[in-house]
């Protein structure tokens, strides 16, 4: 029982305490019901101020493989007064989002996403092979129950390779990001991004291989190299300035056309289609060259090697 002797503490320490049981009280009610999780699996749930649900999912990761893990969510009851939270819970990183997922333009006006997908950081691991475990937690404080979808995937062709088709979307609440590691002989190379048209405007950014990754419009200027980036940009990356020899390269849609070049407008959908190419050497030039495939809706986009010591990429970018 709190003492009340010093007037000057007394009425702090029994705020105090009155709030711990207040909170102790709360947390009581709830109930966690558990799940164990599968890849590509959906699940359509509910959850209210009173049921919290937490999925449990494995993995085994590899020393020398690197393996993409994509969370995607969907709020699918509507006017919903209260946001529902996840929250993913890693061996050395947490990450979590709100949905709707608010992001905010210019003149603070706010955008609200209730299709929000994210890529989820991969741990290090000193052996070869071990099993990892995440968590998804899911909870709301609304009253009333709110639905949602929840599916957990693995990214293909995440990290990035010569003579390899890949293509992948992206929206201001749908970034996407992958990996490059730097070949043998390789001290430097050009991150190209090249966009069929001015809008929508973009950012890519250059990672060292770290958590958490910043991927969102808000904060994917805060490490890091980037360019924002109507129809071209370009980075040159060197191999000394990442001690893992690898990076990521982060693709971010911007919520609005007039962050980056003078115009407004929302940007709801950005489709990118990605090829790898090997360089094919110019007769007599000593030159490297890459072919460039053609008639692709979207765009297409090339990850070459055009010198000996440099990496070219090309990310068209293009609206539906």
Same mark, same amino acid.
């Given at each position: #029982?709190?003492?009340?002797?010093?007037?000057?503490?007394?009425?702090?320490?029994?705020?105090?305490?009155?709030?711990?049981?207040?909170?102790?009280?709360?947390?009581?009610?709830?109930? @966690?019901?558990?799940? +164990? =999780?599968?890849?590509?699996?959906?699940?359509?749930?509910?959850?209210?101020?009173?049921?919290?649900?937490?999925?449990?999912?494995?993995?085994?990761?590899?020393?020398?493989?690197?393996?993409?893990?994509?969370?995607?969510?969907?709020?699918?009851?509507?006017?919903?007064?209260?946001?529902?939270?996840?929250?993913?819970?890693?061996?050395?990183?947490?990450?979590?989002?709100?949905?709707?997922?608010?992001?905010? =333009?210019? $003149?603070?006006?706010?955008?609200?996403?209730?299709?929000?997908?994210?890529?989820?950081?991969?741990?290090?691991?000193?052996?070869?092979?071990?099993?990892?475990?995440?968590?998804?937690?899911?909870?709301?404080?609304?009253?009333?129950?709110?639905?949602?979808?929840?599916?957990?995937?693995?990214?293909?062709?995440?990290?990035?390779?010569?003579?390899?088709?890949?293509?992948?979307?992206?929206?201001?609440?749908?970034?996407?990001?992958?990996? $490059?590691?730097?070949?043998?002989?390789?001290?430097?190379?050009?991150?190209?991004?090249?966009?069929?048209?001015?809008?929508?405007?973009?950012? #890519?950014? @250059?990672? +060292?291989?770290?958590?958490?990754?910043?991927?969102? +419009?808000?904060?994917?200027?805060?490490?890091? #190299? $980037?360019?924002?980036?109507?129809?071209?940009?370009?980075?040159?990356?060197?191999?000394?300035?990442?001690?893992?020899?690898?990076?990521?390269?982060?693709?971010?849609?911007?919520?609005?056309?007039?962050?980056?070049?003078?115009?407004?407008?929302?940007?709801?959908?950005?489709?990118?289609?990605?090829?790898?190419?090997?360089?094919?050497?110019?007769?007599?030039?000593?030159?490297?060259?890459?072919?460039?495939?053609?008639?692709?809706?979207?765009?297409?986009?090339?990850?070459?090697?055009?010198?000996?010591?440099?990496?070219?990429? +090309?990310?068209?970018?293009?609206?539906?």
């Amino acid at each position: #029982m709190a003492s009340c002797r010093k007037p000057k503490h007394s009425l702090l320490r029994c705020s105090l305490f009155l709030f711990v049981l207040t909170v102790e009280a709360t947390n009581s009610s709830v109930k @966690v019901q558990q799940k +164990d =999780g599968e890849f590509d699996k959906r699940y359509a749930d509910m959850v209210d101020s009173k049921l919290q649900i937490i999925y449990t999912f494995n993995h085994t990761v590899t020393r020398n493989k690197t393996e993409g893990v994509r969370v995607s969510v969907e709020l699918l009851s509507e006017n919903t007064t209260s946001p529902v939270l996840f929250v993913v819970r890693q061996k050395q990183a947490v990450l979590s989002f709100q949905v709707p997922l608010i992001l905010r =333009g210019l $003149y603070q006006r706010k955008y609200q996403y209730t299709q929000v997908s994210r890529t989820l950081c991969q741990p290090p691991t000193l052996v070869l092979s071990e099993t990892q475990f995440f968590y998804v937690d899911v909870s709301t404080l609304s009253n009333s129950s709110v639905r949602y979808q929840l599916r957990v995937s693995r990214v293909e062709s995440f990290t990035l390779q010569t003579n390899k088709l890949f293509s992948f979307n992206a929206t201001p609440s749908q970034p996407q990001f992958f990996k $490059y590691r730097f070949p043998d002989g390789v001290d430097t190379v050009i991150v190209k991004v090249n966009s069929e048209k001015n809008f929508p405007c973009s950012v #890519m950014s @250059v990672q +060292d291989i770290q958590c958490p990754v910043f991927d969102l +419009d808000n904060n994917v200027a805060f490490i890091g #190299m $980037y360019q924002t980036m109507t129809k071209k940009a370009a980075i040159t990356v060197q191999r000394k300035d990442f001690p893992s020899n690898s990076f990521y390269v982060v693709i971010v849609v911007k919520t609005e056309t007039r962050r980056a070049a003078g115009r407004s407008g929302s940007t709801p959908f950005h489709p990118m289609n990605c090829w790898m190419l090997e360089p094919k050497q110019n007769s007599g030039s000593g030159r490297l060259s890459c072919h460039r495939l053609r008639g692709v809706r979207h765009g297409n986009a090339v990850l070459s090697r055009y010198l000996p010591v440099l990496l070219r990429t +090309d990310l068209p970018v293009g609206l539906l």
